[in-house]
Structure formats: structure tokens, C-alpha cells
């Protein structure tokens, strides 16, 4: 009996391509051993085995596009390892490959740190794993990172940076968004002073939150007063979902960024909410990510300023959102304010906030009311 092995149904939205076969046509294979890695351009994904048995059909090859629901191969339940010869072999790159030896998969006292993708490109590329630092749980050393080692001698000497399979989807991606949905950004400022405060008072107890978290659950509150900034086009109607699922951008350097998704945001106390995004953001800096984790985003935050940048108006990469948040770096700032009646020069912490969105789902007058009840709570957040 054989068992189908399917690439799976919940995926971002862009197209995956096959990047790895962990496993060779005629190996055993138990239930949940990670068998092959997609790749889109948020997330690489192992998808493990459904059955035990032995790996009898690889039909989909590496850099094949692997749409939701596609046949990736099938499983032979109970075939005798000893009895590979009555196992139709379906030729692929990797299967040929030579084995790598144990060796490229340990590290110190023997601790496995290499998935058999990434044995797979030292032996091709000739690189030795000890000089590499691994990126991955544990300290394991990835696929990513062999393949940065392999590009980046010859990148920091002549400038040039081969295109990953991310970057070129990033690149995909970013001339559909703008393309597709005429964007459009408003701009206000926030004065964060009730925030910090807030913020301080929780960490002298003993919780630690990021502004992040703030951002995330003022602006599902805000989603009140204009509940189409939370919606998405289709032909015949603006469809406004009833769950707010906030994705938010975390950069992984070089190579480029995922945007995890805070699921039913708006249910969702301020504490759970860091909770949530601190598992996030550790486990997308990790390579950790599943499909599901950055999937079903409804809204997007782009939280630009902890890199620098005082404003930016974000793209809205993501087909189905109507808008995305982008909040630039706090600082102080002279600004003029009314006490007891009389105008008044004051240091403040402050951020521009803009939020860009595609001009077919809302108009000026919803954009300017949601941004206004945005910085309204943040401004006005209660104590401690």
C-alpha cells in the first residue's frame, strides 16, 4: 500500500518551489521524518512523513514549483529495508548524489548539527562546517547557511550578490503589489510618552513587553472605527473578515524578512500578545517557522524604525490586505503643547506613523479615522 505524500494546503499565498529531498528514493522513513524542504519567500518548511515505510516515488524534483495540494512523492507502507530492488525508483537530482560521511554531521562531541540538505551542499560547494556558525536551533548549521558561505567569499570582493530563490520571490512580489493595488500613505505622529510609561511600570514587575506588542494591540482596537482598513478587494465586493490577524516584518538580515502573523489579534490581552510575538520572532530568527505561522495575515505592521529610519511608506505585499502600518524611529523632540491654557515648549518621545493602503478597498476619510483612533489610544494609554 502506498501513502501520497502532498505538499501542504496552508502556504502564504506565493508559490513554493522544492528546494531539498532529505531523503533518497529506498530509504526508511518513520512517521514525521522531515522527507523534503519547500521554500517561498517568507519561510522554508520541512514537510515530514505521513507513514512509515520506505520513500518509493519522488515526483516532484528539486526547484520544481510545488503549488498547495501537489504530489510530492509516495511512502510504501511496510517494505523490508533489505528489499530496496521492489521499490520503483523515480529519478531526481539528489538521488545520485554521493552520500556524505558522518563526519560533515557532527560537531565537537559528536552532536548531529547538519540536515542532510545541508551535508548535501558542503560536499558540492567543498566547504568545511567547522569554520561555519550555525544559524539554526541548537546552533545547528542549515542550508542557508552553506549556501551564504558558498556565495559570500567571492560577494565581499566584487560586489556582487548572486539572487537566492528569496530575494528573487521578494523582487516577484513587490512588482505584483504595486502593480496591482494603486497605494496610497497617510502620515501622523505619536507621542509615546503614556506607552513608556506603561511599559517601565510592567518591567519593574517583573514584565518585559516591546513596543512591538503595544503597536500590534492598539491597532486592532483601532480596527472599530474603520473595518474595511482590516478587509481585502475581490471582484465583486470588499470582503472584511471577522478576525484580526496582524503580521508583523521581522528582518533576518541579508536575508530579507518574514512577516509572522499575531492570529485573532483583537481577542488577544496586551501580555499575550508579547508572549506571542516573543515565540515569533525567536523562532523566525531561527529558521523555525511553519507554514501556518505566516499565513492568514490580515494586516500588516512594519515596525521600520528599530533599524533607523524616521519614516517610510511600506508596501502592501500581501494580496490579500488592504493596508500596512509603518512606524519609524522614537525619539525626542522639541514640541509645542497647550498646559493650563497657555502654549508650551515640551520634550517628548515621538514616531511618525503611516499607514499606506490600496486605494480600490478605502478612501481618505477611513484612513485618516483609523490612523486618528491609532495614535488616540497610544497617546491616551492608561497607567499601570
Not at 530579507?256 to 488577544?268: E, N, R, Y
Not at 523555525?288 to 524604525?305: A, E, P
Not at 493602503?357 to 491616551?380: C, K, M, P, Y
Request: glycine residues 10%.
Amino acid at each position: 500500500m502506498s501513502v501520497e505524500i502532498r505538499v501542504p494546503d496552508e502556504q502564504e499565498g506565493t508559490k513554493a518551489v522544492v528546494r531539498a529531498w532529505l531523503k533518497r528514493v529506498g530509504d526508511t522513513v518513520a512517521v514525521n521524518d522531515p522527507l523534503v524542504e519547500l521554500e517561498t519567500d517568507k519561510v522554508t518548511q520541512e514537510v515530514p512523513s505521513p507513514a512509515a515505510g520506505v520513500l518509493s516515488e519522488i515526483l516532484l524534483e528539486t526547484d520544481a514549483e510545488a503549488v498547495p495540494g501537489a504530489l510530492l512523492g509516495r511512502i510504501s507502507e511496510g517494505l523490508p529495508v533489505s528489499t530496496p530492488s521492489s521499490v520503483r525508483v523515480e529519478r531526481s537530482r539528489d538521488t545520485f548524489a554521493p552520500r556524505p560521511s558522518t563526519a560533515l554531521g557532527t560537531n565537537g562531541g559528536g552532536e548531529a548539527r547538519l540536515s542532510p540538505s545541508a551535508k548535501r551542499a558542503l560536499l558540492q560547494h567543498g566547504i568545511d562546517p567547522a569554520g561555519l556558525t550555525g544559524t539554526g536551533r541548537d546552533g545547528r548549521i542549515t542550508r542557508d547557511d552553506v549556501d551564504r558561505a558558498a556565495t559570500g567569499g567571492t560577494a565581499a570582493q566584487t560586489g556582487d550578490v548572486p539572487h537566492d530563490r528569496m530575494r528573487l520571490k521578494i523582487a516577484e512580489n513587490m512588482v505584483r503589489a504595486v502593480s496591482e493595488a494603486p497605494h496610497v500613505t497617510a502620515l501622523f505622529e505619536a507621542d509615546f510618552s503614556a506607552i513608556a510609561a506603561h511599559k517601565k511600570a510592567l518591567a519593574e514587575r517583573g514584565t518585559k513587553l516591546s513596543y512591538t506588542a503595544y503597536l500590534v494591540k492598539a491597532a486592532a482596537e483601532a480596527m472599530a472605527v474603520a473595518p474595511a482598513i482590516n478587509g481585502r478587494w475581490e471582484n465583486d465586493r470588499i470582503a472584511i473578515g471577522p478576525m484580526i490577524n496582524i503580521g508583523v516584518g521581522t528582518a533576518l538580515g541579508d536575508k530579507g524578512l518574514v512577516v509572522p502573523v499575531v492570529k485573532d489579534a483583537g481577542a488577544l490581552s496586551l501580555e499575550d500578545i508579547g508572549r506571542t510575538l516573543d515565540d515569533l520572532t525567536t523562532r523566525a530568527r531561527g529558521g523555525q517557522l511553519t507554514g501556518s505561522d505566516v499565513s492568514g495575515g490580515s494586516f500588516t505592521i512594519s515596525n521600520h524604525g528599530v533599524s533607523g529610519s524616521l519614516l517610510a511608506s511600506p508596501i502592501i505585499l500581501h494580496a490579500g490586505q488592504a493596508a500596512i502600518l509603518g512606524v519609524g524611529k522614537l525619539e525626542k523632540r522639541v514640541m509645542v503643547r497647550e498646559v493650563d491654557g497657555d502654549d508650551a515648549i515640551v520634550i517628548l518621545p515621538m514616531a511618525y506613523v503611516t499607514l499606506t493602503i490600496d486605494h480600490r478597498v478605502v478612501d481618505g476619510h477611513q484612513t485618516n479615522a483609523w490612523l486618528s483612533r491609532f495614535v488616540e489610544i497610544l497617546e491616551s494609554w492608561p497607567a499601570a
